[in-house]
């Protein structure tokens, strides 16, 4: 399957278990491959026939600043799902990293990824 890829797309929200996390917008870094046939996009050289990238960054963003969230499952859930339902593609994969969660650790980020077709 042909896959578009959108890497390292940093958006301010309010994440975290805490109340007091929550309370003060971080950064986390969204990675999204988009699975779908491209052969006609790539034949015909037809934007039309493809996924405009910019307008799956703005419902991304849209869909991760809305409102607060406890978890960075539950954004990478709901970013996997707006996708699927306002984009003709197959299946998404969903990485949502969040810096510094773990750096009393000395570790980088904290992440997970969700995978969901259509």
């Known amino acids: 399957m042909d896959k578009i890829l959108i890497p390292d797309y940093r958006i301010s929200c309010h994440v975290g278990v805490p109340k007091k996390e929550r ?6 870094l969204i990675d999204i491959e ?3 046939d491209l052969s006609q996009a790539g034949r015909a050289d037809d934007f039309a026939l493809t996924v405009d990238y910019a307008e799956v960054c703005k419902t991304v ?3 991760v600043e809305r ?3 406890k978890l960075i499952e539950t954004i990478a859930e709901e970013v996997a799902e707006v996708l ?3 984009y003709p593609v197959q299946a998404v994969k969903v990485q949502v990293r969040k810096p510094r ?3 009393h650790l000395d570790i980088p980020y904290a992440a997970v990824v969700v995978e969901r077709h259509g």
């Open 67 to 69: 409102r607060p969230r």
């Open 61 to 63: 963003a849209t869909t």
């Open 84 to 86: 699927l339902a306002n």
């Open 34 to 36: 988009l699975q779908l």
């Open 23 to 28: 309370d003060v917008a971080q950064d986390v």
């Open 101 to 103: 969660a773990l750096a």
